[in-house]
């Protein structure tokens, strides 16, 4: 996520460097928000500088300036911050005021040239970014991974090459450019000028004296493992962050291993925190990481830690007791239960097949039904917040076969099976239908529990072919709603060249109400006329029998009559933005999930990273956003517009409130009357 707040009310999205001032201020290089992040002592957290909403190699103040996958950070005594700026491959500094200059090499532009400021060269691997460090005189020292280098930039911009050779790839000691390293990642440096660096692809701890010597101090060139030892004896598992205290004590990022490891100034390598191999979140002195990936150390020997794959900033006290300072772990996953205690899959993410949660359902008594695509199943969440598994597998997490059963199977709650669930819709007399998207069918599932294939045969996927209940086919179903007669509607859509509306009747007759190829070849609506389809997703009826539709790739809203005229309601076919405005003056971005109230206003689930906002439109085609905001993504709480991100389906019941699948959690928000 991305929000700014306190402690676990703010978002961070794969933190992947931390640094530590005098005052006990983190500063977080906030990777993939292409953002630096502050974090003070009481877990205050503000955007620095740099936008999430927009990347780049901008110089300038807060926001105004604009990072590329920022990957390391370091402060120096003066409250200044460097920053190793990855997809940039240069060297930014951040003045205690905020503003962002560049200090050596040149965006977009990779090398290992020496040289003077933007004379220089650098280049960052995206799999290993470069770590950054400085002195207590302003000189800055750069693992430069992708160059497997060792750089060195004076306080006037002169940038050196202090040990390592581009061409050569292995993890040799030695001299100056005699010497190679495999993928040096964290780095660090004493008061004496030793630099210590993180060779990850090593699985080594190095040591580069000032006069350019190399030892490995710890580890096993190619050894991977978690163990404890003296030098050589001692094994690291893909370290990443490297930190030193005042005693020459380091602090090591065991990414591979998810633990927090010591080497004492004698070289004993012990390990500080976390459980060993296995990954977690769990707070204490039996603490978890999840690929932790940078590592700080104040003046009173707290350590912090970049917990990349939580997505949170952690401290460890001297005595190894692990507390979660900043952000909020993950939660995901497939339990029943009350309220907080229940989980759900990240809503809006794909599974491993590539199918999408798009669409949720809701009865007349408020329960709200969501289709799990990762446990094949259908889950029921009552008005009071009760979860439980309506129909398809429950949950077992001691069944290591667990997400592979999907299938087919028609039968009553657990006996039913299906593949890849992306959409429901519920009608009035309390049935559920399902788009069973992997299937390439359409499912009935009754108030008693009972499942039954509507229409579509299994496994014949990628053909429109119209005709009565089983003998149809459908390309791939996404979306799908019910009208007050029972008829339900499909969006039915693979590509571009296969999508389509598709309309079956009570009796299961399926027809194409637009998209359908005329003589020519051309797709058309029911009338005749050209309709310009993209990958269709959510779909939503109103009560005249008005269809609407979200088109992801062309990024508008369509609008179809009973009898399949097809109009573009809001945005313009092909421009994405996040625009307010009157019909093809607003512009979306991937517009996911729809719904329609009884007024006729069409609400639609609009983007998924990096932010994801609730957009509404009247029946004149007015446009406005009611919850979301373009800059931030994470779910904030509390009075709108708030914040969401990766909406997996929605709806809205009599009295105005939208219930919305989001984050791996069912939310109500009560819409402005």
């Known amino acids: 996520g991305n929000l700014d707040g306190i402690s676990a009310a703010a978002r961070f999205d794969s933190p992947s460097g931390v640094a530590v001032d005098s005052a006990g201020n983190v500063y977080v290089a906030d990777a993939n928000n292409d953002t630096v992040r502050k974090v003070t002592p009481s877990g205050v957290v503000t955007t620095l500088a740099g936008a999430s909403d927009s990347w780049g190699s901008t110089d300038g103040i807060g926001s105004a300036a604009k990072f590329a996958s920022p990957s390391s950070v370091a402060v120096d005594s003066a409250g200044n911050i460097y920053v190793a700026d990855g997809s940039n491959h240069t060297i930014r500094k951040i003045t205690p005021t905020g503003q962002v200059s560049t200090l050596a090499g040149t965006a977009g532009v990779r090398g290992s040239a020496d040289g003077i400021s933007e004379a220089a060269r650098f280049n960052f691997n995206s799999s290993n970014p470069g770590g950054i460090a400085v002195d207590k005189t302003g000189n800055v020292y750069l693992a430069d991974s992708g160059n497997r280098l060792i750089r060195k930039i004076s306080p006037q911009g002169v940038v050196t090459t202090i040990a390592g050779n581009t061409h050569l790839v292995g993890s040799v000691d030695g001299i100056e450019t005699a010497v190679s390293f495999d993928s040096p990642s964290g780095i660090a440096v004493d008061a004496a000028g030793n630099v210590f660096v993180a060779d990850r692809g090593a699985h080594t701890v190095r040591k580069v004296s000032p006069s350019g010597f190399v030892t490995t101090i710890a580890g096993q060139t190619g050894v991977a493992g978690p163990t404890d030892g003296m030098g050589p004896a001692a094994r690291f598992s893909y370290p990443s962050g490297l930190a030193i205290d005042a005693e020459g004590t380091l602090y090591v990022a065991d990414t591979g291993g998810h633990i927090i490891r010591k080497v004492s100034p004698a070289g004993q390598v012990t390990t500080l925190a976390g459980t060993v191999r296995n990954s977690g979140a769990a707070d204490g002195t039996a603490a978890s990481f999840n690929d ?201 859509a693979n590509d571009i060249s296969a999508s389509a509306i598709r309309k079956i009747t009570p009796t299961g007759q399926v027809t194409t109400l637009a998209g359908r190829r005329d003589s020519t070849g051309h797709i058309v609506d029911a009338a005749g006329s050209p309709t310009n389809f993209g990958r269709l997703a959510g779909i939503a009826v109103d009560r005249a029998g008005n269809i609407y539709v979200a088109d992801q790739s062309k990024h508008v809203i369509h609008k179809s009559t009973p009898t399949g005229v097809v109009t573009t309601l809001a945005g313009s076919a092909g421009i994405r933005g996040g625009a307010d405005g009157v019909g093809t003056a607003a512009t979306f971005s991937y517009p996911t999930s729809v719904a329609v109230d009884a007024a006729g206003n069409v609400y639609v689930s609009d983007g998924n990273r990096p932010s994801s906002k609730i957009r509404k439109i009247t029946p004149a085609g007015v446009v406005s956003t009611v919850a979301g905001t373009t800059n931030t993504h994470g779910i904030a709480l509390g009075a709108l517009p708030g914040s969401l991100a990766s909406i997996g389906g929605i709806a809205i019941d009599t009295h105005g409130v939208l219930h919305v699948a989001a984050e791996g959690a069912i939310l109500r928000i009560q819409l402005p009357q």
């Not at 809006?348 to 329960?367: F, K, P, S």
């Not at 009552?382 to 398809?392: D, K, M, N, R, Y």
């Not at 008693?448 to 229409?455: H, Q, R, S």
């Open 292 to 492: 932790p990936s940078g590592v700080a150390v104040d003046a009173t020997g707290k350590v912090y830690v970049a917990d990349s794959g939580n997505h949170t900033v952690r401290e460890i006290t001297p005595e190894g007791r692990v507390t979660t300072l900043a952000g909020a772990a993950a939660v995901w996953g497939e339990t029943n239960g009350v309220g907080s205690a229940a989980r759900f899959a990240a809503a809006g993410a794909g599974n491993v097949m590539g199918y999408r949660q798009i669409g949720i359902a809701l009865d007349a008594t408020g329960n709200v039904y969501v289709p799990s695509i990762f446990s094949n199943s259908i889950r029921k969440v009552t008005p009071t917040g009760e979860v439980s598994t309506w129909a398809g597998p429950t949950y077992d997490p001691s069944d290591p076969l667990y997400r592979y059963w999907e299938g087919s199977t028609d039968g009553t709650g657990p006996l039913a099976s299906f593949r890849g669930p992306a959409a429901l819709a519920a009608d009035q007399a309390g049935n559920l239908y399902v788009a069973d998207t992997g299937n390439c069918t359409v499912r009935k599932l009754t108030a008693k529990g009972e499942v039954t294939t509507l229409a579509g045969e299994v496994g014949w996927c990628g053909e429109t072919k119209d005709g009565r209940g089983t003998l149809a086919l459908f390309t791939s179903p996404n979306g799908i709603a019910v009208d007050p007669a029972g008829n339900l509607y499909v969006a039915d």
